[in-house]
């Protein structure tokens, strides 16, 4: 198979673009990506004198660039990671998410149809769905739940879904969509949970913790995004969504405590401040269907999984450095 993975520089693009040339040594790699603030080449630095690996700078809202690119290059699929990203940068600059996260997927979509690809699969998020009420663990989203984003980022994400879906039903457009929850593990940009709180911490700064902090978000270990997402793109149903999440709730409270319990700091650490706007309180979702339908399983143990990422930052100081606040 031959994919164009696009964002490959990014967080999950990049571990994406791992895991598939190291489980399928018949595979080649197409990365686009135009490298914004959040895509760095050293994420992809390892693939770099392999001959089934190709890096290309360029952006997905550039239809001729893309036309090109699926012209000369004749791929099996297109895997869609490009994104801005970060929820609170979308509070700050709504327009950039629009023009990225919709109408580059757009093009994208243009170029599945004008070039025949056999498949398009859109890397969505748990987020387009809204959130729950604290209190009620046994509420979590479906496929099939309504689509209530709270934030631009999300909004973006939601209306995304709904252009690839249109296109399946409209063009026979071969998408598949996967919603993930929160991702964790190497390679995440500075400016997220994780990767900045571990900085700060390192840098002897307090730690931010939004409002109460008991906003809760599912953790899903990168790696087992990627076996999903890999899954999916070769087994999944063309015009269908599937939940990925890794069944492991946390309240930012609770992992920003293990974070500072690992590294053996105290809680006098964190500083609570005031919340985000319209702060999602809940995430949750159903994986059945993708378990059900593919026998997906995530498999990485949270408790290992958190440790292994710390170590991972830990190593890696450079890349983090002070948080930019
Ligand atoms: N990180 C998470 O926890 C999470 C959870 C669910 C879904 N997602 C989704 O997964 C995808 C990847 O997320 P991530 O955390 O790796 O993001 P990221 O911000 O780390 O990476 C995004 C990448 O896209 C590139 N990019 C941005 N705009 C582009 C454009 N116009 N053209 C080409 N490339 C562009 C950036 O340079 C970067 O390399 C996104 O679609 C995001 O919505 C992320």
């Known amino acids: 198979m031959k994919l164009l993975i696009t964002g490959a520089a990014g967080f999950i693009g990049s571990n994406f673009v791992d895991f598939i040339l190291e489980k399928y040594p018949e595979d080649k790699v197409v990365c686009l990506d135009k490298l914004t603030y959040a895509g760095n080449l050293e994420n992809l630095a390892r693939h770099r004198r392999d001959s089934r690996f190709q890096f290309v700078r360029g952006d997905i809202c550039d239809r001729e660039c893309v036309f090109a690119l699926l012209e000369r290059e004749q791929v099996d699929c297109i895997v869609n990671f490009a994104a801005e990203s970060h929820v609170d940068r979308s509070l700050e600059d709504p327009g950039t998410f629009l023009r990225t996260n919709v109408q580059g997927v757009c093009v994208l979509l243009d170029g599945t149809n004008a070039f025949q690809i056999p498949r398009f699969h859109q890397i969505s998020t748990d987020e387009v769905y809204g959130d729950l009420p604290l209190g009620q663990p046994n509420q979590k989203f479906s496929e099939d739940s309504p689509l209530r984003p709270s934030s631009p980022y999300s909004a973006s994400k939601a209306a995304a879904d709904l252009l690839s879906l249109s296109y399946f039903r409209s063009f026979g457009t071969p998408v598949t969509i996967t919603r993930s929850s929160n991702n964790y593990g190497p390679r995440q940009f500075r400016e997220k949970l994780i990767p900045r709180m571990i900085f700060r911490t390192m840098a002897g700064q307090p730690l931010p913790v939004y409002g109460d902090g008991q906003n809760v978000r599912d953790w899903l270990h990168v790696r087992d995004h990627c076996s999903a997402v890999d899954l999916v793109i070769r087994k999944g149903l063309p015009g269908s969504v599937y939940n990925v ?41 159903s994986t059945e269907k993708i378990e059900q339908e593919l026998g997906w399983r995530p498999v990485t143990d949270f408790s290992r999984g958190i440790l292994e990422t710390l170590q991972w930052y830990q190593a890696h100081s450079e890349q983090g450095g002070a948080s930019r606040d």
């Open 245 to 285: 999440g890794g069944g492991t709730e946390r309240s930012n409270l609770e992992l920003v405590k293990l974070l500072l319990t690992l590294m053996g700091e105290r809680e006098s650490r964190i500083s609570f401040v005031p919340d985000r706007k319209g702060h999602d309180r809940r995430y949750a979702i």
